[in-house]
């Protein structure tokens, strides 16, 4: 019986969270209701308050879904990174922006930064905050790896340039998720020429 009731509910929620991104990307997310999400997701309301109180809640499951992935698609840089230190770096940025719009558009992402932003009491803001603390932590591994690999000089602070490399990719982001015309490809090419210097900088001459 255990089985079958987690199985239901983890039923309930995917279908939840499928249902609230079709109407996010549809209406928008302030114009979606969640009578409509319940009704397309095939439950009560009243369940639907089983699973979620409201839909930031919703938006805060689906930040960590997507963050989640970006993380698994790093690690994998991370555990095999290219043998340069541009290169390792132009493929972590790829894997992170080229996931970016799975589960969201500009407009939502507006509205997570945002409420992050203007609500930091808020477990929404604070889970916010430990998943861009994670993936912080994440390029600074990148660079710790190919520092013990001799690619990285041995001198560097691979905290602090991870830190440097992060907040600029965040910062992109933002202005990426604020311009309407720019195109992920565009994001990535501007990010890219940013960090090239950087690279040069830290790389052991060859």
């Known amino acids: 019986m255990v089985g079958i009731r987690e199985t239901k509910k983890a039923d309930n929620n995917r279908r939840i969270l499928e249902a609230a991104t079709k109407f996010f990307l549809c ?11 319940a009704d397309s997701a095939n439950i009560a309301v009243g369940t639907f308050y089983n699973y979620y109180k409201n839909k930031g809640d ?14 698994a698609a790093g690690q994998q840089v991370v555990e095999h990174p290219p043998l340069s230190v541009e290169l390792a770096l132009s493929t972590l940025i790829d894997r992170y922006f080229s996931l970016s719009l799975v589960y969201f558009n500009k407009e939502m992402w507006r509205t997570a930064v945002a409420t992050s932003i203007q609500r930091p009491e808020t477990p929404f803001s604070q889970r916010y905050t430990e998943l861009d603390k994670r993936i912080s932590q994440q390029v600074s591994a990148l660079v710790r790896r190919l520092q013990l690999k001799g690619f990285v000089r041995p001198e560097i602070d691979v905290e602090a340039v991870g830190e440097m490399i992060f907040n600029n990719l965040n910062m992109m982001f933002t202005e990426f998720a604020r311009d309407d015309s720019m195109s992920v490809d565009e994001l990535k090419r501007r990010v890219v020429w940013q960090h090239t210097p950087l690279a040069t900088l830290i790389s052991v001459p060859s």
């Open 58 to 71: 919703i938006l805060l499951a689906m930040v960590s879904m997507q963050v989640e992935e970006v993380l």
């Open 27 to 37: 209406v928008g997310y302030d114009n979606a209701r969640i009578e409509d999400i």
